[in-house]
């Protein structure tokens, strides 16, 4: 893909996550970076096509390691987030004071 | 261009990505937000496998397979306490990884390598190696392995800007230099830069870590998204350029909320703290009271009386895993017909947002959060404030110490309240280095000791009193 184009999604990829990330609540800031780790795990996908195309055997160690790295983040990250976010609960019942925005 | 069926389908993974970090703009629909990120990564990386015919390599299944059970385990068995050193640990990994797949694309194929694979390649090795090199000391100061005072080396500042400059050096001469030559220069770029980024976090101190943990996070994404241009990988550029966004977006609100500048916590300015105590805000004030100095039924009595009351949750609550008695306290008071919410300031604790999970893992309902702007107009109506392990954030002295780490820094306005106890270890001044003349204030009430069994006795002396 042209160089140009791809400067052009990483600006635009930029700008819409800087936009959707500053609605998030700094109630949820945790669970956010965790799922950042695993969109940054996002790597394994050149990481895959790196070790398809390697030439020799080092190479190839190479990028079987950061497969294995960036699956690491990924797997890791969209669980630990699961598990913090499934502890975030409301209030049941009645009682309670809404929380002044 | 002709937009492939490949690229729609990337298209899509990408806009449900997106689509999943919107949903986390509220607790009830963030679930299903991170439910659908993982799934178009799955997607992702199975379309990757398709593509790219590597269906049938079981080495690569074996690696994924490898990763994804250590991921599994690791998020299995962290501690919610534990949330930051993990986080910067992954941090590192996805630098790390990022790295890795630069450092093959460099060394690969030399007639491959055009003048965008070179420059973007490059580039991604050295992001990659400072991302790694930082979040491998932020998790060791995090997790106690290394001491989270700055720690300086000889001539620090010299070999920061040595190793910097030889990184941005090497970056450019393998854009002039001949193919062949591209390979022993990323050497030099992997370790200039790692070594910058060890150099630079390691005179970081602790109390700077959230914002340290914050940019990290953005340089991980940010190397991605440059191994992307290097492989021609879309979906890597995008994704790469979120994490790029939202760890810009962290790291800017831990600055504001702190009051310091990102430059000043790159070099470690002011956070060593101060060589002189403050002086006490208020002046000829008397000797802090302890729980020694004033009977106890006054606290018991305070408790019953009070009809608002707002918890202050500080790091020194994690530290002595008093979580629960906390949530019991707030309980019994909320038996007995009173108003309990927590005043957070954003940043309480080691990381982003992580006082807020603390207090989710012992069911404490997230509407009773109230972030530090929500609450602070709300102190003068409230009747007694339980501060519990936290200090720095409620340190009238931010607004009066010059030239202190928290000079500056927007505080919890505790002193609003009619009455504050304060449940904290000792009387030694936080983690910036600060005393806090709050100590001394008449309608305080200081009780010393582990957070556990002091909070643990305010339950107690609330049933006392009834």
């Avoid at chain 2, 979040?135 to 100061?141: D, E, M």
Wanted: aromatic share 4%; charged share 10%.
């Amino acid at each position: 893909m042209d160089a140009w184009i791809l400067l052009l999604l990483f600006c635009v990829g930029a700008g819409v996550g800087y936009k959707v990330i500053r609605q998030v609540p700094s109630l949820l800031h945790t669970p956010l970076m965790s799922s950042m780790n695993a969109l940054s795990g996002v790597t394994v996908l050149g990481a895959l096509v790196a070790a398809a195309a390697a030439l020799s055997t080092g190479h190839r160690v190479c990028a079987m390691v950061a497969v294995a790295l960036a699956m690491v983040n990924v797997v890791g990250g969209f669980q630990v987030t699961h598990r913090m976010l499934s502890l975030f609960r409301s209030e049941k019942g009645d009682g309670g004071h809404p929380r002044n925005e | 261009m002709t937009l492939s069926a490949y690229d729609l389908v990337a298209l899509a993974l990408v806009g449900g990505m997106v689509w999943g970090i919107h949903w986390m703009n509220s607790p009830r629909t963030a679930v299903c937000g991170n439910l659908l990120g993982s799934l178009c990564m799955l997607g992702a990386i199975l379309l990757t496998v398709f593509r790219h015919g590597i269906l049938t390599r079981g080495d690569l299944w074996l690696s994924m397979a490898a990763g994804s059970v250590a991921g599994s385990v690791l998020a299995a068995v962290v501690s919610m306490v534990q949330m930051p050193q993990l986080v910067a640990l992954l941090n590192g990994l996805g630098g790390g990884a990022s790295a890795l797949v630069a450092w093959v694309v460099l060394r690969g194929d030399p007639s491959a390598l055009d003048a965008v694979t070179k420059s973007s390649g490059s580039l991604a090795l050295a992001v990659g190696a400072v991302t790694l090199g930082g979040s491998v000391i932020a998790a060791g100061k995090l997790h106690g392995k290394i001491r989270a005072r700055p720690i300086l080396v000889y001539h620090h500042t010299l070999w920061s800007l040595l190793s910097l400059a030889v990184t941005v050096a090497g970056v450019a001469a393998i854009l002039a230099a001949p193919a062949g030559a591209a390979a022993a220069l990323s050497l030099l770029i992997l370790l200039a830069a790692f070594g910058f980024g060890v150099l630079f976090t390691i005179r970081i101190g602790g109390a700077d870590m959230p914002i340290t943990i914050s940019l990290l996070n953005s340089l991980s994404g940010l190397a991605a998204s440059i191994a992307g241009f290097a492989l021609r990988n879309p979906l890597l550029v995008v994704a790469g350029a979120i994490v790029g966004a939202a760890g810009l977006v962290l790291t800017q609100h831990m600055c504001r909320a702190m009051n310091r500048s990102l430059l000043n916590v790159l070099t470690g300015r002011t956070t060593a703290g101060p060589q002189a105590p403050v002086e006490a805000g208020a002046q000829g004030a008397p000797a802090a009271r302890t729980d020694e100095a004033r009977p106890a039924p006054s606290v018991a009595v305070t408790l019953a009386q009070a009809h608002t009351v707002v918890i202050v949750p500080g790091y020194g609550m994690a530290l002595s895993q008093a979580q629960r008695q906390v949530k019991d306290l707030s309980d019994e008071l909320e038996a007995r017909g009173k108003e309990v919410r927590f005043a957070i300031h954003p940043v309480a604790g080691r990381m982003p947002g992580h006082m807020n999970v603390l207090l989710a893992e012992v069911d404490v309902p997230y509407n009773k959060l109230c972030e530090m702007d929500a609450i602070n107009p709300e102190f003068e109506q409230t009747d007694l404030v339980v501060v519990v392990g936290a200090n720095d954030v409620i340190n009238p002295a931010a607004a009066t110490a010059v030239g202190t780490p928290i000079y500056g820094m927007p505080i919890l306005h505790v002193t609003d309240a009619k009455r504050i106890i304060i449940c904290n270890k000792d009387t030694q001044p936080g983690y910036a280095g600060v005393d806090n003349p709050l100590y001394t204030h008449d309608n305080v009430t200081l009780l010393l000791g582990d957070a556990k069994e002091t909070v643990a006795r305010l339950a107690g002396e609330l049933n006392g009193a009834n």
